[in-house]
Nanobody
Framework: VQLQASGGGSVQAGGSLRLSCTVS????????MGWFRRAPGKEREIIAA???????WYSESVRGRFMISGDDAVNTVYLEMNSLKPDDTAVYYC???????????????WGQGTQVTVSS
């Protein structure tokens, strides 16, 4: 499976962005899909995940502001980000795992990152 992330950009605090993760050579519904981010000087963290059955999980840092979803018709997973804060500034990555998991090490397939910058 191959993943292509897009949709990053610069936005002011309080704004919104939608990231897309286009899946090829496979269907996202066959995998657990996760969104990760790495902020400058910080460790990579998982912030949202969607199981094969469609159940969603969110980290405390984004719960209530971000939403993960998928569209079978275009084989794409989205991360809708609202009420963005400067602390959300990071490189965002999508990833896929054959396991139902939120354990970062279990994600074997990665897209390239897309930069999100939130200014105050």
């Amino acid at each position: 499976v191959q993943l292509q992330a897009s949709g990053g950009g610069s936005v002011q605090a309080g704004g919104s962005l939608r990231l897309s993760c286009t899946v090829s050579r496979g269907t996202f519904s066959s995998y657990s899909m996760g969104w990760f981010r790495r902020a400058p000087g910080k460790e990579r963290e998982i912030i949202a995940a969607m199981s094969r059955s469609g159940s969603a999980w969110y980290s405390e840092s984004v719960r209530g502001r971000f939403m993960i979803s998928g569209d079978d018709a275009v084989n794409t997973v989205y991360l809708e980000m609202n009420s963005l804060k400067p602390d959300d500034t990071a490189v965002y990555y999508c990833a896929a795992s054959r396991a139902n998991t939120i354990t970062p090490e279990a994600y074997s397939y990665w897209g390239q990152g897309t930069q999100v910058t939130v200014s105050s």
